[in-house]
């Protein structure tokens, strides 16, 4: 550890290359001779000193340590250290929620006066913050179709954006971000591309390989995937270069006064600066925080992920087939299904599976939609996606709810809109089951 940065902790130290399934068993804690086995719960509000001296130095970012959960926890930057691997980022933190991350991740570069351009396929919730809390904070968005032309994409952008947002997988519309290409326009201005990859998580998609700087989670859906802890993470990609835009930057490449007039670009480098103001100005006065418990069970989920998403893909592909050769059905959208219109970019991000969650369109609009959810006996109602147990939701009537029919149909969410959320249960069963819901219709 170096010992003049005080966030190596959530920073990438390990040269090994290892694979993605070893690095979710064995990633991010390196027990040492007589040390626990599993990544300890470091459940402590604080840390003792014998000198108020020693406190000073963690205080004003001189050196590494921990002092207070709220700014560095070292089972949460173990967890952190680990979805940093797995995605091949330089350095990771933990938030409270999904919601938090995102929330994190754009302010962190991004303010009043300020602009961004985001995918208009968001998550409900993520695209009430860019579109309405955050505008109230003084920061502009301009939202494209995931599939808007180049030049709809180019004309987007204003002399004041600060970042582009998308997610890899819109949830629910299903649209595969076309990584590459938003990668490119972005940095053709000079900003960072910002990735939720929620959906497929690193075992089926790294954003990073594809040009995207910053990346996103929601760590309470697949990489707990037991639906037993909220929380979020940011990872960095260690490549943009926050000094060769430092007009655009000056949060990262000016002095904080806040911390003696501290440069977080030339401290702590490239590959840190990012999670450590993040981290630094955001946590402390926001406080955001991931518990340790929550961090500790996100842990054991990640040990399991690149078994259970091959077993998500898997029954979400069979699910989308069944469903598309339904007389009930009105439509079906799923990535990986031949036919979809996704299915030229999902090959090219997602060869190995996109996700177990399928959308669809139950023939008789809401009300027949409705009807449909009541007659499930294995797949449950429930406000979450992502999980071991199959589950299911009508956005337009829950996650969606506060956006308007213009910004639904932006978004890709029609009245009909069923989000099916397959679990890891037999694919048999839960075809099973929906076929004798639809009966129901």
């Not at 550890?1 to 040269?15: F, L, P, S, W």
């Not at 001779?33 to 001296?53: A, H, L, M, N």
């Not at 911390?259 to 590959?271: D, L, M, S």
């Not at 199959?390 to 932006?410: G, I, K, S």
Request: aromatic share 8%; net charge negative; hydrophobic share 40%.
């Amino acid at each position: 550890m170096n010992e003049d940065r005080a966030t190596d902790g959530r920073q990438v130290t390990d040269a090994r290359k290892e694979s993605v399934g070893t690095a979710c068993v064995q990633g991010g804690y390196r027990p040492g001779d007589g040390e626990p086995r599993q990544v300890p719960i470091y459940q402590s509000t604080t840390w003792k000193f014998d000198t108020s001296e020693h406190m000073g130095r963690l205080f004003d970012l001189e050196e590494a340590g921990y002092f207070y959960t709220r700014l560095a926890n070292p089972t949460n930057d173990a967890v952190a250290v680990k979805i940093a691997e797995l995605e091949g980022g330089t350095a990771g933190m933990l938030t409270s929620s999904g919601q938090a991350a995102n929330f994190f991740a754009v302010f962190n570069i991004a303010g009043a006066g300020d602009h961004v351009v985001a995918s208009s396929a968001l998550y409900g919730g993520t695209y009430n913050l860019l579109a309405h809390t955050m505008r109230r904070m003084g920061l502009a968005c301009t939202f494209v179709a995931p599939d808007c032309t180049d030049a709809q994409l180019e004309a987007a952008f204003r002399p004041n954006t600060k970042a582009v947002f998308g997610e890899t997988i819109a949830n629910p519309a299903l649209a595969v971000l076309d990584i590459e290409r938003f990668a490119a326009a972005a940095h053709a201005h000079g900003v960072p591309l910002v990735v939720d990859n929620t959906f497929p998580t690193p075992v089926l998609c790294r954003p990073i390989e594809w040009g995207a700087d910053i990346v996103t989670h929601s760590t309470t859906k697949y990489m707990d995937g037991h639906g037993a802890s909220v929380g979020g993470a940011i990872v960095d990609s260690g490549r943009f270069d926050w000094t060769a835009h430092a007009d655009k930057f000056p949060g990262l490449t000016q002095p904080d006064e806040s911390y003696h007039g501290v440069v977080y670009a030339e401290r702590f480098g490239q590959e840190g600066a990012f999670i450590t103001k993040a981290t630094a100005q955001l946590m402390r006065d926001f406080g955001a925080i991931q518990s340790p418990q929550n961090a500790f069970l996100v842990n054991l989920g990640l040990e399991s992920l690149h078994l259970r998403m091959a077993r998500h893909s898997e029954n979400g592909l069979a699910m989308a087939r069944f469903l598309s050769e339904h007389p009930k059905v009105a439509w079906v959208r799923y990535p990986s299904l031949e036919g979809d219109a996704q299915y030229a970019l999902a090959q090219k991000y997602l060869p190995k599976g996109s996700c177990g969650v399928v959308s669809f369109g139950v023939g008789g609009g809401r009300g027949a939609a409705e009807k449909f959810m009541a007659s499930l006996e294995l797949a449950q109602i429930a406000t979450h996606v992502a999980d071991a147990r199959t589950c299911v939701l009508h956005p337009a009537n829950a996650t969606h709810r506060q956006m308007n029919d213009e910004e639904l149909a932006a978004a890709g969410i029609t009245p009909d809109l069923v989000r099916l959320s397959c679990g890891i249960e037999d694919a048999a069963d839960l075809i099973a089951d929906v076929d004798q819901a639809l009966a129901a219709v």
